[in-house]
């Protein structure tokens, strides 16, 4: 029997959320911290705390020496601005622990545990999600991992990248940077050099994994970045349903956070990756807040595989990803949903890459992106089909909502067909919430506020319903709250 | 920025006999002009870097910055009859011909009323409106090909439209390239200025004649004043081993209509770069425009709009033929400039791939600053569908006449817009005689 899923994320009830961003406190840990400045030895330090093979550093010095030969800095095409990052002025490992990552939970620091329940993610065996089996990350370290046993009788291997190194370790040589290599951009290149942790999840062939898997990401130390790798290997006919939410505390100063996700679908194998991404925004004057500067990648290797993606991105004060997807296998299918919500003085460059090269492949991008106070935000997206990819389909729907008159909204396509088999089609609208709607809600009995809201919801649908059920109730609400102050 | 400086010696060479023998004659603020515009070209180079450079993000110009072009002194010789029957003709039009950059008052004919003539002369008389509006619409700042025809500028046409005043006849501008000795490059300057309230119905031709490399570094500035019509049509037959780079600018005030049709023949490298600013209110552009590429010929497509005030209205709509090895691209963005509210836009690229070669790279772009506005783009690429071959074929018709009925009615959706009837007629008749290199094997 299935029990129905329930992420109880008491912290999320509507009147909670009428106040400013909610999960702004901050941990008082002592953390282990390596000292600040990226170069050789902290990448060797960081290595050796984790007890990685030789290989392993090796691609990590690979990849700083590859980034610091860089000539330009970073990525600067993007319709975002930021002044220069000192990448010296960073820490690079940040732990919860003093010591070795404790075996059981009862070895964990209290305060630890009680900052996830405070953000609805409790730990404790007896109070566990049902349904969901969740990675704990603090900082650069996972603090817990729930559920081990229900997933280990599948045969499910779901755990940091860390232990997975000593699980595993033919597994991540084999699939670490075969999506993303380190070469692929400045930021990817960094986070190939100082990965912390992250996420790893495979799941066996013929194996439908019976709950979701959950990695909830949090940033706790002042000036630390977080740079996370997560990897997901679907082997042949698998499904897996993956989930990622990430916050951190208010700060006055930026924080940076860099990872890279990494999907592998083999044949006929299904990864549905869901993100409910809301780190610090940074306050109404845009002082704070984090950089996400993410590379998300999937590649639809197998015949029949499928990598689909679903975003919510309300937090950050810059969001720069494009999660994509490589349709290599023929009759591969890509998807692309995403809602981009900024408000004060947010920014987001968020987008989508679909390249064709199968046969037979298909991808579909939906995204919604909506602009209130004087945030800025731009769809921008490649569909590329290779003169391999005989009767690839594409169709792509961008849908831009404006709020108010200082934001700004952007749709930068890029189309690039190669084969005269493919269709692709592309539509975009901008616009603001329509005056009939908002009329003839009103004339209901309706007030503004809740009139606008649920013609925001109606937008987002598309999205939504893509989620998981509670993720989707929980993403509503985000966005209610992401928008206080800019509605009614 | 984005641009690297590229060999120009030969330009800055021309520059020196081209001040000294064609341009000595002039006025104080032209020679100025020329000077700065050379001194940008020199600066930002040729746009040939690949890194970063999204406006020439899918056309690499370096076989223009690699070409040794050189000015053509003197004219070259035209026979007339043979362009007469080559290029969209009507003995009704009025007329200017440039072979070579250089006016033709021998093959031109402009009707009474009409205020058309050679740039140069007006230049050398210094009157307006040239003196007021000559390069005030296009910015040589960073952009190479517009620096590098200013600096050539001297002939071309100018065509002023006074207060209320209409043209009763289409007005069109040759502008044709004679094959000489040597690659050459000639710099057409078109200015026209269509004062308030006037109406104006214009036909730009850029033509080749001749074998051999070319280069056309075209610019057009076209003012619409207060509640002025312009019906501008731009037909580009540039032969196909030649390099066509056209900037046209419009500038519309308020209540002004300004509606283009472009038609591209391809060539090696056709850039065809407009942009038009809606600088008032109640100020509206319609934008058409049909390309067909076939061999391994190149065109780029770059159409601008910036809505700058409320209540403005544009819409593009622009579709593509290709076939063999060829290459389409078509960029450009909508701007909408904080507080244009009321804007409304609609943009629409639609491309026929007829062969498993050609390529076609599309990025139309919405970038809106304002709240209130209506905006939307769309992009389709595919083939001729087999259901609607399928459909026809069992109406009796065979598969060589439904292709071509099918390629002709995706053509028509721009060329039925085309209402100067002579110009319809050839433009559909040289859609169709294009039919069998966009597909080999069809039977036009």
Redesign the interface.
């Known amino acids: 029997m299935v029990a129905p899923k329930v992420i109880s994320r008491k912290a999320t009830t509507s009147k909670d959320l009428e106040k400013e961003y909610k999960w702004g406190f901050v941990t008082p840990i002592e953390p282990d911290l390596a000292p600040k400045g990226l170069n050789e030895d902290i990448v060797r330090l960081i290595s050796r705390k984790k007890n990685e093979p030789e290989w392993l550093l090796e691609w990590r010095l690979k990849a700083y020496r590859y980034w610091t030969s860089l000539k330009y800095g970073e990525p600067r095409w993007a319709k975002v601005s930021f002044p220069p990052i000192d990448y010296q002025d960073i820490y690079y490992y940040s732990s919860p622990f003093k010591e070795k990552r404790p075996e059981s939970l009862d070895e964990v620091d209290p305060e630890l545990v009680e900052a996830f329940r405070k953000l609805g993610i409790p730990l404790e065996e007896q109070k566990k999600l049902t349904g969901v089996a969740v990675d704990a990350v603090f900082d650069s370290v996972s603090v817990a991992t729930t559920l081990q046993k229900t997933l280990e009788e599948h045969g499910i291997i779901f755990c940091s990248v860390s232990e997975a190194v000593e699980k595993c370790p033919e597994l991540v040589r084999k699939y670490l940077g075969s999506v993303v290599p380190y070469t692929d951009n400045f930021f990817a290149s960094l986070n190939s050099a100082v990965f912390s942790d992250g996420t790893f999840a495979y799941v066996p062939p013929g194996v439908r994994c019976p709950v979701e898997l959950m990695t909830y990401f949090r940033i706790n130390t002042e000036g630390s970045g977080q740079f996370e790798r997560t990897l997901i290997i679907a082997d042949k006919g698998s499904y897996v349903s993956y989930l990622e939410g990430c916050t951190a505390p208010m700060r006055k100063t930026h924080q940076l956070h860099a990872a890279v996700v990494e999907l592998i679908a083999l044949d006929d194998a299904e990864i549905k990756y869901s993100t409910l991404q809301n780190w610090y925004p940074g306050d109404k004057e845009g002082r704070g807040g984090v950089y996400n500067f993410v590379t998300k990648r999937g590649k639809a290797a197998g015949r029949n595989s499928k990598v689909s993606w679903t975003q919510v991105e309300t937090g950050s004060a810059i969001t720069w990803k494009y999660p994509s997807v490589i349709l290599q296998g023929d009759n591969s299918v890509g998807e692309f949903y995403s809602v981009a919500l900024v408000n004060n003085h947010q920014q987001a460059d968020t987008g989508t890459k679909m390249i064709h090269l199968g046969k037979n492949t298909r991808s579909t991008i939906i995204a919604k992106g909506i602009s209130a106070g004087q945030g800025s935000n731009t769809y921008r997206g490649l569909v590329k089909i290779m003169p391999s990819a005989a009767n690839a389909r594409n169709f792509t729907r961008c849908d831009s909502l404006l709020i108010g008159d200082k934001c700004a909204a952007h749709t930068v396509p890029y189309i690039e067909v190669r084969n005269p088999t493919a269709r692709m089609e592309h539509e975009a609208t901008t616009s603001k919430v329509s005056d009939d709607q908002l009329f003839y809600l009103r004339q209901r009995g309706i007030t503004e506020e809740q009139a606008q809201y649920m013609i925001i919801n109606g937008f987002c649908r598309g999205v939504f319903q893509e989620l998981p059920f509670e993720f989707a109730m929980e993403a509503s609400q985000l966005l209610k709250v992401s928008l206080e102050g800019a509605v009614g | 920025m984005t641009q690297a400086p590229t060999k120009h010696d030969r330009y800055l060479a021309d520059f020196e006999g081209f001040e000294r023998d064609v341009a000595a004659r002039g006025p104080e603020w032209l020679h100025e002009l020329r000077q700065r515009a050379l001194a940008r070209f020199t600066e930002v180079g040729f746009p040939t870097a690949r890194?970063?450079n999204?406006r020439w993000k899918y056309t690499n110009i370096n076989p223009i910055a690699e070409g040794t072009f050189s000015y053509p002194f003197a004219a070259g010789e035209v026979d007339g009859e043979r362009l007469h029957t080559s290029i969209p003709w009507s003995d009704d039009w009025s007329r200017l011909v440039f072979v070579n950059g250089l006016h033709s008052a021998a093959l031109s004919s402009v009707g009474v009323g009409a205020d058309a003539r050679s740039l140069a002369e007006a230049l050398r008389a210094d009157g307006q409106p040239a003196r007021e509006h000559l390069g005030r619409y296009v910015t040589i700042e960073d952009d190479a090909f517009a620096a590098l025809n200013t600096a050539f500028v001297h002939d071309g046409a100018l065509v002023h439209v006074p207060k209320n005043g209409s043209l009763d006849r289409p007005l069109h501008l040759v502008y044709v390239t004679a094959a000489g000795a040597g690659p050459t490059v000639s710099y057409p300057r078109t200015l026209v200025v269509a004062e308030s309230h006037s109406r104006l119905t214009l036909i730009e031709t850029y033509a080749g004649f001749g074998e051999g490399r070319y280069f056309t570094d075209a610019v057009t500035e076209i003012v619409l004043g207060e509640g002025a019509q312009v019906q501008h049509y731009r037909v580009l037959m540039e032969e196909p081993d030649a390099f066509h780079v056209g900037i046209t600018r419009v500038h519309l005030e308020r209540d002004s209509t300004f509606t283009s049709t472009l038609f591209a023949r391809g060539c090696a490298i056709g850039r065809n770069d407009l942009l038009a600013t809606l600088d008032a209110p109640g100020s509206s552009c319609f934008l058409r425009g049909l390309y067909l590429t076939s061999g391994s010929q190149h065109v780029d497509n770059y159409v601008n709009i910036d809505h700058t005030q409320p209540h403005t209205t544009s819409r593009l709509y622009y579709k593509g033929i290709l076939g063999g090895k060829s290459h389409a691209v078509f960029g450009g963005t909508v701007f909408v400039r904080?507080?244009a509210?009321k804007a409304d836009a609609r943009q629409e690229d639609k491309?026929l791939?007829?062969?498993?070669?050609?390529?076609?790279?599309?990025?139309?772009?919405?970038?809106?600053?304002?709240?209130?506005?209506?905006?939307?783009?769309?992009?389709?690429?595919?083939?001729v569908a087999d259901d609607a071959l399928f459909y026809m074929r069992t109406r009796g018709l065979d598969l060589n006449t439904a292709m071509v009925h099918l390629i002709k009615g995706f053509a028509s959706e721009v060329l039925d817009k085309v209402e100067v009837e002579p110009l319809r007629l050839s433009l559909d008749r040289l859609t169709t005689a294009s039919l069998p290199e966009l597909q080999p094997g069809l039977v036009s």
């Open positions: 890194r970063g999204e904080p507080g509210v491309n791939l007829l062969s498993d070669e050609a390529e076609v790279d599309s990025k139309p772009s919405l970038e809106i600053y304002a709240d209130d506005v209506l905006c939307g783009h769309g992009a389709t690429a595919g083939t």
